[in-house]
């Protein structure tokens, strides 16, 4: 064990179910991404503990969704603050089972903090309307109230921040969830729900399973006591999910896959264009739903662009996300490194040029350079299928109609990225490309009060903004006649 990691200590993690903690007849390892070691373990729930997990909830939905607006409010802020104060030990938890660097894992803790803050002030503010009448003696109201048991599946990418928004928005309309969290990242995950639990929030109202996907998932799912799912993750998953739920006419939000693309115009400023998308594309190792992957360049400015991105991501250090000045940590799992390996290998053999990394890091855990690939042609399969890694394919355009006809070439569509001083073209882009989410010259998604969602195979639903708590709403309407 490294300096770095005897000062962290990584616990087992349980069940939480009906307001105890529990262990389960079965369990599987938690690894280390920097080492490739096991260190800890969690619980994975069979039938018998999903039931109970349905029960509990049931019981705690009569409670929570009879708790006055007021009073969900004030004992989600003090979840926010336990968050708060304990950031630093959840940051390093997370990067232990994760490998973002401790800097991230701390600022998607925090950034959690306040999301919960956002939606407990949401809570106090669901508001219904009364529509005027066209008789006499006859009033018409419009309430809000809560769909009930929410079912929430989330990845590992991001193992707080994308659970907290599922919590958060159902905790504040009312609901009661059974989250779902993510095997190989389990700790901090856990730390979310026990701030919740610390916070003085009842039995029942939020409960935390693990298993085999496809098992829970099909048991939560199909049954009845569940009114509604909300699930992060790929857009094949996403979409066996979504018709599970069809089946039974249940509620669903899907946040689904990517492929967003950055497109950069020569009159841009280049190296303020490059610098941005570089910490964009390498964030979290690019393993990001939102982030930059087809790099699209106008023709005039390719070589100057190149040249500021190969730079600036040559300079990012890579290492133990636990270690003081590392930028950028392993890859999650194994699984990444070979997908990693696999696009390289697709996009040269069909003449793509290699800028800059591209085979892995030859030591201990699943470490892949930041990779450039320059002229990726079209065909190339990390032009068709979303990366999650750190590797950007780099091609070129030359006209406005070219470059939007690739933008939207995908059937995806969650986010999309420009860079232009021409304020005609910021207009037309906004209005011509077809995506959830548009960040020009900057890049500002993920606010806790920004709406946050794809279209097209990118999913539907919002997690995000005052969108977020619809879907954890059903509208009631009430004419009575005095």
């Given at each position: 064990?490294?300096?770095?990691?005897?000062?962290?200590?990584?616990?087992?993690?349980?069940?939480?179910?009906?307001?105890?903690?529990?262990?389960?007849?079965?369990?599987?390892?938690?690894?280390?991404?920097?080492?490739?070691?096991?260190?800890?373990?969690?619980?994975?729930?069979?039938?018998?503990?999903?039931?109970?997990?349905?029960?509990?909830?049931?019981?705690?939905?009569?409670?929570?969704?009879?708790?006055?607006?007021?009073?969900?409010?004030?004992?989600?802020?003090?979840?926010?603050?336990?968050?708060?104060?304990?950031?630093?030990?959840?940051?390093?938890?997370?990067?232990?089972?994760?490998?973002?660097?401790?800097?991230?894992?701390?600022?998607?803790?925090?950034?959690?903090?306040?999301?919960?803050?956002?939606?407990?002030?949401?809570?106090?503010?669901?508001?219904?309307?009364?529509?005027?009448?066209?008789?006499?003696?006859?009033?018409?109201?419009?309430?809000?109230?809560?769909?009930?048991?929410?079912?929430?599946?989330?990845?590992?990418?991001?193992?707080?921040?994308?659970?907290?928004?599922?919590?958060?928005?159902?905790?504040?309309?009312?609901?009661?969830?059974?989250?779902?969290?993510?095997?190989?990242?389990?700790?901090?995950?856990?730390?979310?729900?026990?701030?919740?639990?610390?916070?003085?929030?009842?039995?029942?109202?939020?409960?935390?399973?693990?298993?085999?996907?496809?098992?829970?998932?099909?048991?939560?799912?199909?049954?009845?006591?569940?009114?509604?799912?909300?699930?992060?993750?790929?857009?094949?998953?996403?979409?066996?999910?979504?018709?599970?739920?069809?089946?039974?006419?249940?509620?669903?939000?899907?946040?689904?896959?990517?492929?967003?693309?950055?497109?950069?115009?020569?009159?841009?400023?280049?190296?303020?264009?490059?610098?941005?998308?570089?910490?964009?594309?390498?964030?979290?190792?690019?393993?990001?739903?939102?982030?930059?992957?087809?790099?699209?360049?106008?023709?005039?400015?390719?070589?100057?662009?190149?040249?500021?991105?190969?730079?600036?991501?040559?300079?990012?250090?890579?290492?133990?996300?636990?270690?003081?000045?590392?930028?950028?940590?392993?890859?999650?799992?194994?699984?990444?490194?070979?997908?990693?390996?696999?696009?390289?290998?697709?996009?040269?053999?069909?003449?793509?040029?290699?800028?800059?990394?591209?085979?892995?890091?030859?030591?201990?855990?699943?470490?892949?350079?930041?990779?450039?690939?320059?002229?990726?042609?079209?065909?190339?399969?990390?032009?068709?299928?979303?990366?999650?890694?750190?590797?950007?394919?780099?091609?070129?355009?030359?006209?406005?109609?070219?470059?939007?006809?690739?933008?939207?070439?995908?059937?995806?569509?969650?986010?999309?990225?420009?860079?232009?001083?021409?304020?005609?073209?910021?207009?037309?882009?906004?209005?011509?490309?077809?995506?959830?989410?548009?960040?020009?010259?900057?890049?500002?998604?993920?606010?806790?009060?920004?709406?946050?969602?794809?279209?097209?195979?990118?999913?539907?639903?919002?997690e995000g903004g005052t969108e977020a708590m619809e879907a954890y709403l059903v509208t009631k309407f009430v004419s009575r006649l005095s």
């Amino acid at each position: 064990m490294t300096v770095a990691h005897a000062k962290h200590a990584y616990p087992d993690t349980l069940l939480h179910i009906d307001g105890r903690w529990r262990a389960a007849a079965r369990q599987r390892s938690v690894v280390n991404p920097a080492t490739a070691a096991p260190i800890g373990q969690v619980a994975l729930a069979g039938e018998v503990e999903l039931e109970e997990a349905v029960q509990a909830a049931r019981s705690g939905f009569e409670i929570w969704r009879n708790t006055p607006a007021f009073e969900r409010s004030k004992l989600m802020r003090v979840a926010a603050q336990c968050l708060r104060e304990r950031a630093n030990a959840i940051a390093a938890a997370m990067t232990m089972e994760q490998g973002k660097p401790l800097a991230e894992a701390r600022i998607e803790v925090l950034a959690a903090a306040d999301t919960i803050d956002w939606f407990a002030e949401e809570a106090r503010r669901t508001y219904g309307r009364v529509i005027p009448s066209r008789a006499a003696g006859v009033t018409q109201i419009v309430t809000r109230e809560p769909v009930g048991v929410v079912a929430a599946f989330t990845p590992w990418n991001f193992p707080v921040n994308q659970a907290v928004r599922k919590i958060a928005a159902a905790l504040a309309a009312g609901c009661a969830v059974i989250l779902k969290g993510p095997e190989e990242t389990p700790a901090s995950c856990a730390a979310l729900v026990h701030a919740f639990v610390d916070a003085g929030l009842p039995d029942g109202v939020l409960n935390l399973v693990f298993g085999v996907p496809a098992d829970v998932s099909g048991y939560l799912i199909r049954h009845p006591a569940v009114a509604k799912i909300s699930f992060t993750g790929s857009t094949q998953v996403g979409k066996q999910l979504a018709s599970l739920a069809g089946q039974q006419m249940k509620r669903a939000t899907m946040e689904l896959g990517g492929h967003a693309p950055a497109i950069v115009f020569a009159d841009a400023d280049i190296a303020r264009a490059a610098t941005l998308l570089v910490a964009a594309k390498f964030r979290n190792a690019g393993q990001v739903c939102v982030s930059p992957t087809r790099f699209l360049v106008e023709e005039a400015a390719r070589d100057a662009f190149i040249h500021h991105f190969v730079e600036a991501a040559r300079a990012i250090a890579v290492g133990d996300g636990l270690h003081d000045g590392v930028q950028m940590g392993p890859l999650a799992n194994a699984r990444r490194v070979d997908a990693m390996e696999a696009l390289v290998a697709d996009a040269l053999a069909r003449g793509a040029k290699l800028a800059l990394g591209g085979t892995r890091i030859d030591r201990a855990g699943f470490f892949f350079p930041p990779t450039v690939l320059t002229d990726v042609p079209r065909d190339a399969r990390m032009m068709n299928e979303e990366p999650f890694g750190p590797v950007a394919p780099i091609t070129t355009f030359r006209s406005y109609d070219e470059v939007i006809a690739e933008a939207n070439r995908l059937p995806v569509g969650l986010a999309a990225y420009a860079y232009t001083r021409d304020n005609a073209t910021l207009d037309r882009l906004s209005r011509d490309i077809e995506s959830g989410m548009i960040s020009l010259n900057h890049h500002g998604l993920g606010l806790p009060e920004l709406p946050f969602g794809g279209v097209k195979e990118s999913g539907y639903g919002s997690e995000g903004g005052t969108e977020a708590m619809e879907a954890y709403l059903v509208t009631k309407f009430v004419s009575r006649l005095s």
